[in-house]
């Protein structure tokens, strides 16, 4: 397994270009089981859960093709073969549960399987279940996968989901696109990625509303057309990579980047006497002054703090001036990379969901391993920051939702390097 090397090596200075974002691609691509026609993505980012999400669609039958080094996805489910997402791939990864909604829809069956519980929690599906139940689906539980039908098609419901679940309302959205009748959901999510993949469906000929508020509308219609979409830009890459400068100081422009996509955590990074600025190419930043003041973080669904940037700003507090407390509200056990930057000299105390950490004057280098994607860049984080040098294990966590991350912090005067494992 391949490691990757970084020694502290002062400020970075220049800039870096920001991705598509793999969680709205990987809701985008399930996006073309609902049509016939085939559905192109642009600015598709190159990440090894995009590969997992492509072999899938094949397994179904889906052509998929990646070109211009993988930056368009050509896709085209005209002759699907197959309604069965196998646990093979699904335990892989979760986002495979995405394909649920939109075989039903077209097809009135699917047979998914649960994705298993994951490093960050048990990550059920329940939300998921009422939500296409309410849609008229019928659903059972039976060898670890759901079995799910609706003979008659889906027809439209009003549904409240009792959590803002992402990945629920993907899912719903997507099926209720070809249900007859209207549907209406509340307390959807609201995150960027759910507004993306609207603008694709409606693009798609799909009639929705309310996209980006906790109600969405859907009026149900006969068939879906295919279109070309491009893949909105990283919010969670977007956030990582500000944290550079800010850990290290120096002046980093994210090109890109848009304040519309991180506007509570730029506020945090504010708090914290770090500096966002739009520019005409995207986001600048800095540090204030010598050293970032320790802020509390909870996280929430959109618009509130990002879950999927806990680990990397906890990187930051580390460093800070004074004590924070973080709060994961989103998963049961997302503080893994916790006792790993411990293991640099960091002082956290974790209880339960609440992290209290006591800034140092200096993080040292130290052999560290990454347990899941988000704790690995945080180890990389802390890493740059760090005096000497820190060896991160396991990093094909970090190549499921980072590309090019050592080519990205070389750009800007990092020392890092890939190290190829026997
Ligand atoms: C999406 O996961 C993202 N993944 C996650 O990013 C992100 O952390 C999460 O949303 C929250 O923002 C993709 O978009 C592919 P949820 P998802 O359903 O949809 C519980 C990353 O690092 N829940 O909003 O699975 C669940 O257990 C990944 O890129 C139920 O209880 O998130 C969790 O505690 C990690 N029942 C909470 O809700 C359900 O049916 C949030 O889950 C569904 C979810």
């Not at 073309?32 to 049509?35: A, E, V």
């Not at 489910?77 to 197959?82: A, P, V």
């Not at 509200?329 to 893994?336: A, L």
């Given at each position: 397994m391949d490691s990757i090397l970084v020694t502290g090596n002062g400020p970075l200075n220049g800039q870096i270009p920001i991705a598509g974002a793999k969680n709205a691609c990987l809701t985008l691509m399930p996006a073309?089981?609902?049509?016939e026609e085939p559905l192109t993505l642009t600015n598709a980012p190159r990440l090894s859960d995009i590969k997992t999400m492509t072999q899938l669609l094949q397994s179904l039958g889906a052509e998929v093709s990646s070109l211009q080094d993988g930056q368009v996805i050509a896709m085209s489910?005209?002759?699907?073969?197959?309604q069965t997402a196998d646990y093979e791939i699904v335990r892989k990864m979760?986002?495979?549960?995405?394909?649920l909604g939109p075989l039903l829809a077209r097809f009135g069956q699917a047979v998914v399987s649960l994705p298993g519980g994951c490093a960050i929690g048990a990550r059920p599906m329940d939300l998921h279940v009422e939500g296409l139940e309410a849609l008229g689906a019928d659903i059972e539980l039976s060898d670890g996968y759901l079995h799910a039908k609706a003979p008659g098609g889906l027809k439209g419901a009003v549904h409240e989901m009792r959590f803002a679940s992402v990945g629920a309302t993907e899912n719903i959205v997507m099926a209720a696109t070809l249900a007859k009748g209207t549907t209406v959901l509340k307390n959807a999510a609201r995150e960027p990625e759910i507004v993306d993949l609207v603008e694709c469906l409606r693009k798609m000929g799909a009639q929705i509303s309310?996209?980006?508020?906790s109600t969405i509308e859907i009026q149900g219609v006969d068939r879906l057309h295919g279109a070309t979409h491009q893949v909105v830009t990283d919010r969670i890459e977007l956030g990582t990579y500000m944290l550079a400068p800010a850990i290290c100081g120096g002046e980093v422009e994210l090109l890109g980047g848009r304040m519309s996509l991180v506007e509570s955590f730029a506020a945090k990074l504010d708090a914290a006497g770090v500096s966002v600025t739009e520019t005409e190419k995207g986001l600048k930043v800095a540090r204030k002054n010598g050293r970032v003041a320790s802020v509390d973080v909870v996280t929430e669904p959109f618009?509130?703090?990002?879950t999927d940037l806990q680990a990397q700003m906890m990187a930051l507090m580390c460093t800070a001036e004074g004590t924070s407390v973080l709060e994961e509200?989103?998963?049961?056990?997302?503080?893994?990379h916790a006792p790993e930057l411990v293991r640099m000299g960091a002082n956290i105390e974790v209880h339960g969901g609440t992290a209290t950490v006591t800034g140092v004057n200096q993080l040292k280098g130290a052999p560290v391993m990454a347990t899941d994607l988000r704790a690995s860049v945080s180890l990389i984080l802390a890493g740059l920051a760090a005096e000497g040098e820190t060896t991160v294990s396991r990093v094909y966590h970090l190549d499921r939702g980072y590309e090019h991350v050592v080519r990205k912090l070389e750009g800007v005067g990092a020392k890092i390097e890939r190290i190829k494992g026997q």
């Open positions: 073309t089981l609902l049509s489910s005209h002759d699907l073969t197959s979760r986002a495979s549960n995405l394909v309310g996209e980006g508020t618009p509130g703090f990002p509200r989103i998963f049961e056990n997302r503080f893994m």
